[in-house]
């Protein structure tokens, strides 16, 4: 079954961090590109950043940058998204997506880039 896990969300403060998780099983996430992107009830899905599938470049949305951090591990078959300083504006479900028709392309922070998604995890910052 092919399928994309998300794991490691929960309640944090202000200030906090999380590592979000996210699996790939029924097929290899090696090479081809990923985003993570989250949802606030009410809103538009956006983007939160990506990493390519060949060289391991990334992009991140704008007000997350120099906070959060996605990287993979190949090994693992998994990808990750290290959140620190979070805001109670990181509120949201966050959800994975992998490309998997075409190999080592650069990652871009567009939805309709990733045709295979996560059911999400929850991430709440409150205090």
């Known amino acids: 079954q092919v399928q994309l896990v998300e794991s490691g969300g929960g309640l944090v403060q202000p200030g906090g961090s999380l590592r979000l998780s996210c699996a790939a099983s029924?097929?290899?996430?090696?090479?081809?590109?990923i985003g993570w992107f989250r949802q606030v009830p009410g809103k538009e899905r956006e983007a939160v950043a990506c990493?390519?599938?060949?060289?391991?470049?990334?992009l991140y949305k704008t007000s997350v940058k120099g906070r959060f951090t996605i990287s993979r591990d190949n090994a693992k078959n998994t990808v990750y998204l290290e959140m620190n300083r979070l805001k109670l504006e990181d509120t949201a479900i966050y959800h994975c997506?992998?490309?998997?028709?075409?190999?080592?392309?650069?990652?871009?922070?567009?939805?309709?880039?990733?045709?295979?998604w996560g059911q999400g995890t929850q991430v709440t910052v409150s205090s």
């Open positions: 990493i390519s599938g060949s060289e391991g470049s990334t």
């Open positions: 997506a992998s490309e998997s028709l075409v190999l080592f392309r650069p990652c871009l922070l567009l939805e309709g880039e990733y045709d295979r």
């Open positions: 029924g097929f290899r996430l090696d090479g081809y590109a």
